[in-house]
């Protein structure tokens, strides 16, 4: 009967073992300093530091500029950076030896203008801009689906051309492309929107800019051409539609990365979740028929499936 007992019901020392290792699993993550480092200091970017403290309670989370921080090599090597802006990355740039970081906010244009061919360790890219391959795809959703689309390429952009071409070839449609070199020549957008049905732009700042993108869009509607992207900022301004990922999807990517060891961080990556912004009044004067915003985002989101 004993011996029974001792296979039924725990001793008091296996009681007390179990306890023990209940109360190691409920304990929290190491706790870490979560330093949000940005040359600009505003509203939305405290709004960002606030919703992430809130996401992560049992980490130190705070905004700093770079001014008020010692150089990064100075820094705890358990404090993990959150780099926001390209000003950020130069200023981690600056010392060869730093904790690992994250870096929001650039594109992937802004990024080889920064970094050039350079592989810098313990630094991973969240890209701003969305991924090419995704825009791509959200153009082919439209009705009458483009034949052939346009890219309008810059000196800094135009290394994105053979990824281009690749997604391009995947989705069974034609990529024809123009470069342009000068802001004031209007040559090759005349020619690339006379060689395509809708215009694919990219996050180049030297060719997408508040200054360029009127002149862009009446060629283009002059034309009966959409213009997807570069970004969802555009579609305000008169874009037809982009993909985006706001706050919450930004978070939620972080949170996942910030569970893991630094050394199993990825060089680069676009977050998994996205949304798409349309804007329905072009859609409409331009004769296209496109589905709902949310329904683009499932479709797209479902295609990207492995």
Known sequence: MSARRSWTSPGPLLTALLFWLACLFALPAQARELLLVSTEQSAALQDFADALAKRRPHDQV?????????????LDGETRLLLLGSGALNWRLA??????????????VEARQVLGGRDVPHLTLLWSDPPPARQLALALQMSPRPQRIGVLLGPSSEFLLEELQHSAEKLGVELVSERQTRADDSRPLRELLARSDLLLGLDDKQLYNAQTIKGILLSAYAENRALIGPTAAFVRAGSLASTYSDQSDWLETLDSLLEQPAQQWPRSLYPKR?????????????????????DLAQRLAEGEKP
Not at 66 to 74: H, I, Q, T
Not at 277 to 291: F, T, Y
């Open 62 to 74: 705070r905004l700093e500029s770079p001014e008020n921080l010692p150089p990064p090599d100075k």
């Open 274 to 294: 996205f949304k798409v912004q349309s804007n329905r009044q072009v859609a409409r004067s331009l004769g296209i028929d496109l589905p709902v915003d949310a």
């Open 95 to 108: 010392s060869h030896d730093a904790p690992p970081a994250l870096t929001l906010l650039v594109s992937r």
